[in-house]
């Protein structure tokens, strides 16, 4: 039996059917990927032009930055990352005439701290390390007990560091940690190796380099020298620098204090802007301040600062002044007052402690200024010392009755005896046989209602009177010292061109300053003017001797108390009346005490000038000033081994006769 076929037969028109759907099928195939390839290929070519864009694009980019913006690009970026800061200079010193130090400056560091990078950091690490929190931990894991451990540490190392607040205490840190601002400065004037201690303890503590300004002698000359402080106040100077605020210090301030450097320095970009270590470049020096010498002598200045401030005390006055000058030469060699200032203790010190009455405070000098009526008389020939003149018990001058001191009949005085016995109407004669126009001619060469120029800041010119605007009493009160006003250190210069042979040298009290370089620079000397002749001033200096000396009866002058035993004293003294603040008129127990001496009369080395302000007159010291005088210039002769006088001082008449 035949097998059976295993396939269908399939007839060959329809084989070729099929044949040619496999034959289409395939071709379809083939065409569709042909197609599918090109499709490919196109989207690959776009990639790559998309591509080339971008790469031509940053290489563009590439070349703007490196080649047109690269400088402006340097510079932006070297601006976020440099900072300009200051290099302090290091202030001058003010020194006596034997080259003490009065004022000087240290090296000291000032602490400040980022609170809110504090914050920030130790906020953070309490959340990062939540088991580590303890606020019983010395060393602190977050904000609180970390400032804790920081004022608990720091306070007791910079107590007393800063000056210009006082003590330092651990609560008075706690409360600057805990400053709202983003910033604060803690501390200033503290020693660089405390510093350094507590940086190394807490390295978030920041440390600026500072100086600090020193006074060895706390109040001594503190009215001239005055006190330079920081002034982180004032955007206008240095933050850097320390600058004078009074005295000295200020008024000289751009000699003392010099230049400040500056560098540039790379800085970290996070908010405590630390500087980079070893970044300094392009850095211009500091420049130092100049070294300035006064004419003071400091251990007299202390002698006279000390006395004064007793005397005032003993005579109950308001205050006083005083100066000690070289006859020839016109060098200030003390000048005081009863209230001074403490530099290192600014917080206690009042505006009328810093300030300088002494050429700051004219007043009315009384009698003292009767020594132009005693020069403009001798000079014109008016007068001798033994010449006579009679003087009523009261002298009319306008529509004002003028008085001595003490009530007597008309007497007979010889010129000197006007002087030394202080006779107002007296002075008025022989004023008035002067004449306005030259007493106003001496009063200008004497230097009054014009400014000395010492150099010191603030000095007044006082007030004289000008000629067109006297009334009819005018002439009746400026030779008798009242109607005018001076300064202490005028008054002073009046007995200076008399101890100097006529010749007034205006009073200086810097010498000169040595520049950084070493060089030594010697103050302008003033120009000297010529008051009077040699023999009229030798004449009148001689005639004053007077004043101290002890005579029977009448023959008393009026300050017999500042005479010194071996030496031959002229001088003056003065009272004039105050205005009453509150009358507006002329008090009848206010009184400016004047005394203006002369040691040693014959030959003539210092010139004394002392004020008292409304002492208590009632008292025995309070109606004088000549004992201050004899207690001054005691010290003075053992100081500078003055030599005694040639002999004893004359005793002359005074008054002749009396009804």
């Not at 060895?216 to 004032?234: F, Q, Y």
């Not at 206008?236 to 540039?264: C, F, I, Y």
């Not at 040595?514 to 010697?522: A, E, I, L, M």
């Not at 004043?547 to 108390?561: C, D, F, I, S």
Request: charged share 20%; proline share 7%.
């Amino acid at each position: 039996m035949p097998a059976r076929p295993t396939g269908r037969a399939v007839p060959p028109a329809r084989r070729d059917r099929s044949t040619a759907r496999r034959t289409y099928a395939a071709g379809t195939r083939k065409a569709t990927a042909k197609r599918g390839n090109g499709g490919t290929r196109s989207r690959f070519s776009v990639v790559r032009v998309g591509l080339v864009a971008i790469m031509v694009v940053a290489g563009l980019k590439l070349v703007q930055v490196q080649g047109f913006d690269a400088a402006t690009l340097s510079a932006a970026a070297e601006q976020q990352r440099a900072t300009l800061i200051e290099i302090p200079a290091q202030r001058g010193s003010i020194l006596d005439r034997n080259g003490n130090k009065l004022a000087f400056s240290v090296d000291t560091r000032t602490l400040s701290i980022n609170l809110r990078l504090e914050h920030k950091t130790w906020d953070n690490y309490a959340v990062q390390n939540p088991k580590l929190v303890n606020k019983n931990r010395a060393d602190g894991v977050d904000f609180e007990t970390r400032v804790a451990a920081m004022a608990k540490y720091i306070a007791p190392k910079i107590a007393n560091a800063d000056k210009l607040q006082g003590r330092v205490t651990e609560q008075e840190l706690l409360d600057d940690f805990h400053k709202t601002q983003s910033f604060t400065y803690l501390v200033d004037f503290v020693d660089p190796s405390v510093a350094a201690d507590i940086v190394a303890k807490f390295p978030e503590i920041a440390v600026e380099k500072r100086s600090a300004r020193d006074y060895p002698g706390g109040s001594l000359a503190s009215n001239i020298v005055g006190v330079a402080t920081w002034r982180m106040d004032d955007p206008a100077v240095s933050k850097h620098n320390l600058h004078g605020r009074v005295g000295l210090e200020l008024s000289r301030d751009n000699d003392l204090a010099g230049t400040p450097g500056q560098q540039w320095v790379n800085t970290a970009q996070d908010n405590n802007n630390l500087v980079i270590p070893n970044t300094q470049r392009d850095v211009q020096p500091a420049t130092a301040g100049s070294d300035l010498k006064l004419t003071i002598d400091s251990d007299l200045q202390y002698d006279l600062q000390s006395k004064l401030t007793a005397y005032v005390a003993l005579s109950h006055a308001k205050g006083g002044s005083a100066v000690i000058m070289d006859s020839k030469t016109g060098e200030v060699y003390a000048l005081a007052n009863d209230q001074t200032f403490d530099p290192d203790d600014l917080a206690h010190a009042t505006p009328e402690m810093m300030s300088n009455p002494a050429v700051t405070s004219p007043y009315e000098p009384g009698s003292v200024n009767k020594v132009i009526t005693a020069t403009g008389s001798i000079d014109s020939g008016i007068a001798t010392p033994q010449s006579t003149i009679s003087v009523p018990g009261q002298l009319q001058v306008g529509d004002k009755t003028v008085h001595d001191a003490w009530t007597h009949p008309t007497q007979t005085f010889t010129t000197t005896g006007v002087f030394a016995k202080s006779s107002n109407i007296g002075t008025l004669e022989l004023a008035q046989k002067l004449g306005p126009d030259r007493f106003m001619d001496l009063v200008g060469k004497f230097g009054l209602g014009q400014r000395t120029g010492v150099g010191l800041p603030g000095e007044s010119a006082g007030s004289v009177p000008a000629r067109q605007q006297w009334s009819g009493t005018t002439f009746g009160n400026l030779p008798i010292g009242q109607g005018l006003s001076m300064t202490v250190l005028q008054m002073a210069g009046m007995y200076q061109a008399i101890a100097n042979d006529g010749l007034r040298v205006p009073p200086r009290i810097i010498s000169g300053e040595t520049r950084p370089d070493g060089t030594w620079v010697p103050e302008p000397a003033p120009a000297p003017v010529r008051v009077v002749s040699p023999q009229t001033a030798k004449t009148v200096r001689d005639m004053m001797r007077a004043v101290t000396q002890h005579g029977k009866g009448l023959n008393n002058g009026t300050a017999t108390t500042a005479a010194l035993e071996g030496y031959q004293i002229s001088g003056k003294t003065g009272t004039a009346q105050q205005v009453d603040p509150r009358t507006k008129a002329y008090s009848d127990h206010l009184y400016n005490i004047t005394f203006a001496g002369i040691l040693p009369a014959d030959h003539p080395r210092f010139v004394v000038g002392i004020r008292l302000d409304a002492p208590d007159t009632t008292l025995q010291v309070g109606d004088s000033a000549a004992p201050l005088f004899h207690d001054i210039a005691s010290y003075l002769t053992q100081r500078y081994q003055i030599p005694l006088s040639d002999g004893p001082t004359p005793v002359v008449p005074l008054v002749v006769s009396t009804p």
